[in-house]
């Protein structure tokens, strides 16, 4: 293709194949769409990227992604919202999909992934000692888990409910209810399921 093709175009094509579930034939096709567009708008969108690390950092409390002007999230310093119950999650853009319900009012604690030994990933690698200083410092009541409904999250989950009992901390520990679909990221889940499963949770023995 690199013979048929402008250089500037095949790097374009090359570099948007990268991303997750972008094919050849994707990266095509975004590419010539960015092709027939105007300067204007292939400029805002080259402006977006390039501010997009230094426009974004940490929380470091929750672990949520924030403007890099803020000191922590605004979820976590809002007076309003119940610092006494934590939501633990896998990744940021899953708190996204937790908001959209408006049913939870509590906070967020972003674990930065799953325990996944097939990807070299163990609880050293995870925001654990933090959420366990969070629950002494905010007195917290109860965590639910809402890891995803996946091996992974599931096994996580165990590894979060064995650990905070082992550290002789009585708290009420809940899991997200059934309702989202086993392999389905809270990501792509639907409000109504997410809602159903924010009322349904269950607590862990």
Do not use: W
């Amino acid at each position: 293709m690199s013979d048929l093709l402008p250089r500037a175009l095949t790097k374009l094509i090359d570099e948007l194949g990268q991303l997750p579930g972008v094919g050849a034939r994707t990266a095509e096709r975004y590419a010539y769409f960015l092709l027939r567009s105007s300067e204007h708008k292939t400029a805002d969108l080259a402006a977006a990227l390039q501010e997009l690390h230094a426009g974004i950092k940490v929380c470091p409390v929750t672990f949520a992604l924030i403007n890099s002007d803020q000191d922590t999230s605004p979820l976590y310093s809002d007076a309003s919202r119940n610092k006494k119950l934590i939501a633990v999650v896998e990744e940021p853009l899953d708190i996204v999909a937790l908001e959209r319900t408006g049913r939870f009012k509590g906070t967020y604690h972003v674990l930065g992934g799953v325990i996944s030994p097939i990807d070299g990933i163990g609880p050293e690698q995870l925001h654990i000692p933090e959420l366990m200083k969070r629950i002494t410092d905010d007195a917290v009541e109860e965590i639910i888990i809402a890891t995803n409904a996946s091996v992974e999250g599931e096994s996580t989950a165990l590894f979060l409910q064995r650990h905070i009992r082992n550290q002789g901390i009585e708290i009420k520990l809940t899991r997200l209810a059934s309702g989202i679909p086993v392999g389905t990221d809270l990501e792509y889940a639907d409000q109504i399921t997410l809602s159903h499963a924010l009322d349904g949770r269950r607590t862990l023995s």
